[in-house]
């Protein structure tokens, strides 16, 4: 197993992700196999945890605190997150938190989160009145934080606000990051903003949620011209590896085999070249086939109900990749009623100027009908 050093800890590269633990029929978490995964990983180097209030229905973080707490405490660690995505939490810091150690059953957290940072709920964040800040960094002074950061979802200037607002108490970010969101998604700015903190970076969805995991055939064939022995699962990491600021990359491992197979990539450091990587990039291009807009704004100058046209383009294209997801439809409800996508009236005055031609028109009249099914 790979490791960083993090202060005066050594964390290991690959982190177990609490989000898509095995599950029974019913729908509850499959202890049994989830213990065999935790067994495993440990004994293979493992050292870091991630779960949160909300993941499987607030169980994650009960059954992961139960089954580390077989181990000595020092042999790993532990993260969990303040669950800011649900805005009707924001003034119950004093009451979540404590709760949280007695599910977990630990005394205090290695790392704490605030989790989601996004457009949102940005303003509740910085809402000194919630008392959030201030109640983690009294946690942290008593010793039930050892190490404070944050997640973010939202786009940079969001990210920019948080960091103006509380930069020097955040030791460390997770972000979306993998060889598709670099540029689709602009990870690739939230990587040099956060460079410029000198901040240490923990990343999620490096596989996008298993579709990065395959691609098509022909996108394979290119990287086995590259690597042959490479598997496209691999790729993912490798390219992760050639980021010097990631310090640990989470993984969603649902099953005792993906935990194999991810330790294995991660028992050597085979990170992608500038040349491999730009072959990447061409593959994410050919899989999102997106929208090409290049946000030059000219359409909104000509848009007489003042939509945001490229964001709302930004949002039809990742709705469309994923298949709808969760990033595009938070996005959206963050947004004013009268400034979504149903609100075009279809003038088109915006495509007589768009350098690019696209039919903004069409595209947010199918946007509508997708967001309705």
């Not at 992700?17 to 049994?32: A, F, K, N």
């Not at 009145?129 to 973010?152: A, P, T």
């Not at 709302?312 to 709705?319: A, D, G, K, S, T």
Request: charged share 25%; glycine share 6%.
């Amino acid at each position: 197993m790979l490791y960083h050093s993090f202060k005066d800890k050594s964390l290991s590269a690959l982190g177990l992700g609490c989000m898509r633990l095995p599950t029974l029929p019913s729908g509850e978490i499959d202890e049994v196999a989830t213990a065999e995964m935790v067994d495993y990983a440990l004994s293979h180097g493992i050292n870091y945890y991630d779960t949160a209030w909300g993941y499987h229905d607030g169980n994650s973080e009960t059954v992961i605190g139960k089954l580390l707490s077989k181990y000595p405490r020092d042999s790993y660690y532990i993260a969990t997150k303040f669950p800011g995505y649900d805005i009707s939490n924001m003034d119950k810091v004093r009451e979540i938190f404590p709760r949280q150690l007695e599910k977990t059953g630990m005394e205090y957290f290695d790392f704490y989160l605030i989790h989601n940072v996004c457009e949102r709920n940005i303003d509740h964040y910085l809402n000194e009145d919630y008392g959030i800040m201030e109640y983690l960094l009294e946690q942290k002074k008593v010793g039930k934080i050892r190490h404070l950061g944050f997640s973010n979802h939202g786009d940079i200037p969001v990210m920019q606000r948080f960091l103006d607002a509380y930069a020097p108490y955040m030791e460390f970010c997770q972000i979306q990051l993998n060889w598709l969101d670099y540029d689709f998604q602009n990870a690739r700015g939230k990587l040099e903003l956060l460079k410029k903190y000198n901040m240490p970076v923990w990343v999620m969805e490096p596989l996008r949620g298993g579709k990065l995991a395959t691609i098509s055939p022909e996108n394979e064939a290119k990287l086995k011209v590259l690597r042959e022995d490479e598997t496209v699962v691999g790729w993912g990491f490798r390219w992760l590896q050639s980021f010097p600021q990631i310090c640990v990359t989470l993984s969603g491992m649902s099953d005792l085999e993906q935990i194999k197979q991810n330790i294995e990539i991660f028992s050597n450091h085979k990170p992608a070249t500038p040349q491999e990587s730009e072959v990447l990039y061409g593959i994410a291009k050919d899989m999102t086939n997106s929208v090409p807009c290049t946000a030059c704004r000219y359409c909104t100058e000509k848009c007489p109900e003042e939509l945001d046209i490229p964001l709302l383009i930004e949002l039809y294209n990742e709705h469309n990749f994923s298949g709808g997801g969760f990033l595009a439809p938070m996005r959206l409800s963050s947004l004013p009623k009268h400034k979504r996508p149903f609100c075009c009236i279809g003038c088109r005055r915006c495509e007589k100027v768009c350098p690019q031609q696209i039919k903004i028109s069409e595209v947010f009249a199918d946007f509508c009908k997708k967001l309705k099914k």
